[in-house]
Nanobody, 115 residues
Framework: QVQLVESGGGLVQAGGSLRLSCAAS????????MGWFRQAPGKEREFVAG????????NYADSVKGRFTISRDNAKNTVYLQMSSLAPEDTAVYYC????????WGQGTQVTVSS
């Protein structure tokens, strides 16, 4: 089992930045691919970014490319999502996930971007 706890969400003005963190505990963190998804009110959960176990292959949804950066620190069992140039459409609950089939999920952290 892997337990995931997100932090760093909050309220920010359009154009601002936030950094989300996801702390993992349980089984060896470094063997898992990690990812971030988000779910806006009334919408389905969508993929935002993912990163391989080694951190060498990040990938992003088209909607966040060039604005968001995913990274991980395996020594700290933590994955990050640096978000810049935020827009109101980025408002959502952001979830951290781990595993080859996104087997484990955190509880989510709210990000609200005001216009």
């Amino acid at each position: 089992q892997v337990q995931l706890v997100e932090s760093g969400g909050g309220l920010v003005q359009a154009g601002g930045s936030l950094r989300l963190s996801c702390a993992a505990s349980g089984r060896t963190f470094g063997i898992y691919a990690m990812g971030w998804f988000r779910q806006a009110p009334g919408k389905e959960r969508e993929f935002v970014a993912g990163i391989s176990a080694s951190g060498s292959r990040p990938n992003y949804a088209d909607s966040v490319k060039g604005r968001f950066t995913i990274s991980r620190d395996n020594a700290k069992n933590t994955v990050y999502l640096q978000m810049s140039s935020l827009a109101p459409e980025d408002t959502a609950v952001y979830y951290c996930t781990a595993g080859s089939s996104w087997d484990y999920w955190g509880q989510g952290t709210q990000v609200t971007v005001s216009s």
